[in-house]
């Protein structure tokens, strides 16, 4: 079990805020999120990228000179790869990325990750309900003091995030918005700082309490 400080809007101490999800081992932590990283990053891939081959390549149904008498090489047709603009040899084709690792891994991979990183996470109570507009101004102050530098990666986790909290984080380069129920392992490994919503918590332990 860990327990977080738990802080308002205007950065002051609240209250206090525990949660315990089931981690992997630490013999197999490091390997299993790696895992869930790599797999991330695969899935991220769209493999699209596709060359032609010398049976794509158009033209080259006529023998370019005759075979002898020439002096130079034979060919039979001016698209072998051999040739500029002719076929490419064993050039990319559509295809996919995407690596396997079972539900329960995952799961798991993202719990450890989570868990790992609550010492440098930050809960605010009732985070943004004030904004009646979006201000991104609004939210770096905010960020400013919980204690978070402006030169920070954060991923701000929350429940339920709204259209102007939205609107005013997206203008922050190195500020990411989440759903709780939308985590992933990259995100949580690559933020510098978490800023979680104290409701996010709750969400949290109900998604990814139970295997």
Same mark, same amino acid.
């Given at each position: 079990m860990v327990s977080c400080v738990v802080k308002d809007w205007q950065g002051k101490e609240s209250g206090e805020a525990t949660i315990d999800l089931k981690v992997a081992k630490d013999?197999?932590?490091?390997?299993?999120?790696?895992?869930a990283v790599l797999r991330h990053h695969a #899935? !991220?891939?769209?493999?699209?990228?596709?060359?032609?081959?010398?049976?794509?390549?158009?033209g080259g149904g006529r023998k370019p000179y005759k075979q002898k008498g020439t002096g130079r090489a034979r060919q039979? !047709?001016?698209r072998t790869p051999l040739r500029p603009g002719g076929g490419i040899i064993f050039g990319p084709k559509p295809r996919t990325y995407n690596l396997s690792m079972n539900r329960k891994?995952?799961?798991? @991979?993202?719990?450890? @990750?989570?868990?790992?990183r609550l010492s440098d996470?930050? *809960? *605010?109570?009732?985070?943004?309900?004030?904004?009646?507009?979006?201000?991104?101004?609004e939210i770096s102050s905010a960020l400013g003091?919980?204690?978070?530098?402006?030169?920070? +990666?954060?991923? &701000?986790?929350?429940?339920n995030p709204s259209e102007t909290i939205a609107r005013s984080i997206r203008n922050l380069e190195? *500020? +990411?918005? *989440?759903? @709780?129920? #939308?985590?992933? &392992?990259?995100?949580?490994?690559? @933020?510098? !700082?978490? &800023?979680l919503g104290e409701d996010a918590l709750e969400t949290i332990r109900e998604v990814y309490g139970n295997d």
């Open positions: 013999s197999t932590a490091g390997d299993l999120m790696h895992r #899935h !991220s891939r769209q493999g699209t990228a596709s060359t032609l081959t010398r049976a794509e390549v158009r039979g !047709s001016i891994e995952r799961r798991l @991979a993202l719990r450890t @990750a989570f868990m790992a996470a930050v *809960v *605010v109570r009732d985070f943004g309900t004030t904004l009646k507009t979006p201000k991104t101004s003091r919980l204690g978070i530098s402006k030169d920070s +990666k954060v991923l &701000v986790i929350l429940s190195k *500020v +990411k918005l *989440v759903s @709780a129920n #939308h985590l992933n &392992v990259f995100d949580l490994l690559n @933020a510098n !700082s978490l &800023v």
